[in-house]
């Protein structure tokens, strides 16, 4: 984890990758005003449904996921973003290995204390 507060740029390659589970890492940098959040996903891992106070954007770089919403599901593919509203509920499940961009704002408060024990299920 990483607190980012330069003009410079910062390189994902020496940002630590955090195991969540077995298909699941993550790096994060966190700013004053918002989260980014670099996920690398197994094909089969899942996100449970939860819901946060914080906006997301959800960018998916490769791979495809399904968003579980409370309205259906849908799906999304390399090059396409899902936005999440505050406090919607939502999971995902990952259908292919995925590199996938989250931006929350602001900051995830809960993984920066690492209240988090919902991803470390997998």
């Given amino acids: 984890m990483i607190h980012w507060r330069g003009v410079k740029p ?27 959040a670099r996920l ?18 959800s960018m998916v770089l490769s791979g495809r996921l399904r968003f579980l919403l409370d309205g259906g599901e849908e799906e999304a593919g390399p090059g396409q973003v899902m936005r999440l509203a505050p406090n919607e509920r939502h999971g995902v499940e990952v259908l292919e290995d995925s590199v996938v961009l989250d931006l929350f704002s602001p900051p995830r408060e809960d993984w920066i204390r690492g209240d988090d024990a919902y991803l470390r299920r997998g």
Avoid: Y
């Fill in 40 to 57: 690398e996903m197994k094909a089969g891992c899942t996100v449970p449904v939860h819901a946060h106070e914080n906006e997301q954007v």
């Fill in 10 to 36: 910062f390189d994902w390659k020496e940002i630590p990758s955090e195991p969540l589970n077995e298909k699941m890492r993550r790096q994060m940098v966190h700013t004053e005003r918002m989260t980014l």
